[in-house]
């Protein structure tokens, strides 16, 4: 590849990059189209100017450099395209291109995993997707797959609605049979795993185009989360019982194990107290929401003894209030729903901090929660969450992704 002075070159979409930029100049345009965030790169008067366009949120970033180095940074996302500039300066060629990519892909994963910079940002005022008129009452369970494909849980109702392929039309309701579903959660091949414990004692799979869901799970309560690892085992957490199960989906036997907790609630390293989201690592790192002890707990494979990773006895992390939803990033940081203080937290290589229902109270307005329980990703690192007590699923738009890198040699 060859910069020509004068002209303009368009990189192919680099995915989930890692940046680190020194000595730059920026300017952020909100509301711009990308022949608009073009146009003002070129009429940067700088030696090297690039920019980095997110469709999504329509923002544009513009990065220059004052002086010409013998390194030039520029920024990308999985939802963008890069483009770069040599103006009229004769001596300048490019001899050497390197590209440093991290991609947030996991072998056999088939739900979202975006990698974030410690200095990433969403949107403060969040888009709503669903409401109680399109979706129910109690919004409960939210499922993304790599190809934007949205499945959403009503309580009040006793459904789940899809949204295919980044739709904002559901094409397909599941719901005879279901009791109030807390959970759900979706197998690489479109399999849906659905709670249907409160009041039936199961969990129920829905194959493609089913009618009624087939019995996989049996349980005396509700399961307030579910998750599929990567072996094809399923795992419920029973707040009521103080415990989290697992059954191989795969063995003809079907027999449950218990793996964290023992029945009886407690603060120990091996009790809980009304567990509630769960989260398996592709190591079979299980991390559990612990609602009633105010903290995430971590235990490792087969280990029945849990670490505190935030909240509650873990100091240098961040205090929470009955946290239901605890989610993992590319780089294994964690996003949690602090339920009760109706915010968002997130860890990163800079420590903990707030990304989304930053306000400090709690309501219904585009910035605020009211007990926020479940949340996905999409492909863009957008916040998809189950705002439970609004009855609504809010999106949290990503607006920057900015300490990502890749590295041209000039």
């Known amino acids: 590849m060859q910069i020509v002075s004068g002209s303009l070159t368009q990189v192919p979409v680099i995915h989930n990059v890692s940046m680190h930029v020194s000595h730059f100049n920026s300017i952020t345009i909100i509301n711009s189209t990308c022949d608009q965030c073009i146009c003002l790169m070129l009429m940067n008067v700088t030696p090297i100017s690039s920019f980095n366009y997110f469709r999504n949120n329509k923002t544009c970033e513009i990065f220059s450099e004052a002086v010409v180095t013998s390194q030039l940074s520029l920024v990308s996302n999985s939802n963008s395209s890069v483009y770069f500039i040599s103006l009229p300066i004769d001596d300048i060629q490019l001899t050497t291109s390197v590209i440093q990519e991290t991609t947030s892909s996991f072998t056999g994963i088939w739900y979202n995993r975006p990698m974030f910079s410690s200095c990433a940002l969403w949107d403060p005022d969040a888009t709503t997707f ?5 979706l129910g009452s109690y919004t409960h369970g939210i499922f993304i797959d790599i190809y934007n494909t949205l499945y959403a849980g009503s309580w009040g109702n006793s459904l789940v609605k899809v949204w295919p392929n980044g739709s904002s039309t ?16 979706v197998a690489m091949n479109g ?12 969990v129920d799979k ?18 307030f989360g579910l998750f599929i690892d990567t072996n094809n085992t399923l ?3 029973l ?3 103080n415990n989290v199960f697992k059954v191989d989906l795969i063995s003809v036997s079907g027999i449950q194990m218990m793996i964290a907790g023992n029945g009886s609630s407690g ?16 190591d079979f790192t299980l991390y559990v929401a612990d609602a009633g002890n105010h903290r995430i707990q971590r235990f490792g494979f087969d280990e029945l003894n849990g670490t505190t990773v935030a909240g509650a006895m873990a100091s240098g992390t961040i205090t929470l209030t009955s946290p239901t939803g605890i989610v993992l990033d590319g780089n294994g940081y964690l996003f949690i729903m602090d339920t009760g203080n109706s915010r968002i937290v997130a860890s990163s290589s800079a420590g903990f901090r707030c990304v989304a229902g930053c306000s400090g109270s709690s309501g219904s307005t585009a910035d605020t929660l009211l007990n926020p329980r479940y949340m996905s990703f999409d492909t863009y690192g957008n916040m998809f969450v189950s705002d439970d007590d609004n009855s609504r699923i809010q999106k949290f738009y990503l607006q920057s992704n900015r300490c990502r890198k890749f590295l041209l040699v000039i």
Request: proline share 3%.
């Open 170 to 185: 559901a094409t397909r309701t599941i719901q005879g049979g279901l009791s109030g579903p807390y959970s759900l959660f």
């Open 235 to 237: 795992y419920c957490s």
């Open 267 to 282: 603060s120990t390293s091996s009790l809980l107290d009304y567990p509630w989201g769960i989260y398996v690592d592709t």
């Open 191 to 202: 399999d849906v795993y659905i709670d249907n414990g409160a009041s039936n004692g199961q």
């Open 239 to 241: 707040a009521d019982f």
């Open 206 to 223: 829905w194959t493609l185009n089913a009618t009624i869901g087939t019995r996989v799970m049996n349980i005396n309560k509700a399961c």
């Open 130 to 134: 669903a409401d109680q008129s399109t």
